[in-house]
C-alpha cells in the first residue's frame, strides 16, 4: 500500500541546539527547501497531542490552512443542511 507522506529522509533535516538566548538556527537546507528567508515570521505552536514537540510554521501558510479548513466547514454545513431538507421531505 502507498503512503502520500513523504519518507524521513524528504523530511529530516538534521539537529539545532538551544543557544543561551533561547534561540535555535533552522539549517540551511530545510531554510532552502521550505522556502524560508531571514526576517520571515514563522508562529511557534505546542503540538495538541505531543506536548513535548514543537510545530512552526509561517503566517501565510497558517492563513492558508485556515481559509481552507473554513470552506471545508462551509461544504460540510452545506451539505448537512441538504440532508436534512432532503429528510424532512422524505418524512412528508
Known amino acids: 500500500m502507498g ?19 533561547g534561540q535555535i538556527v533552522i539549517p540551511a537546507d ?3 527547501s521550505l522556502n524560508l528567508h531571514c ?7 505546542r503540538h495538541p497531542m505531543h506536548p513535548n514537540m514543537l510545530i ?3 503566517v501565510a501558510d497558517m492563513q492558508l490552512i485556515h481559509q481552507q479548513m473554513s470552506r ?13 431538507q ?4 422524505n418524512e412528508q
Open 56 to 58: 512552526l510554521a509561517s
Open 30 to 32: 530545510a531554510r532552502k
Open 72 to 84: 471545508a466547514v462551509e461544504q460540510m454545513s452545506e451539505r448537512l443542511a441538504k440532508e436534512a
Open 39 to 45: 526576517g520571515d515570521k514563522l508562529l511557534v505552536f
Open 3 to 21: 503512503s502520500d507522506f513523504p519518507s524521513i529522509e524528504d523530511c529530516f533535516y538534521g539537529s539545532a541546539t538551544i543557544g543561551e538566548r
Open 86 to 89: 432532503d429528510t424532512e421531505k
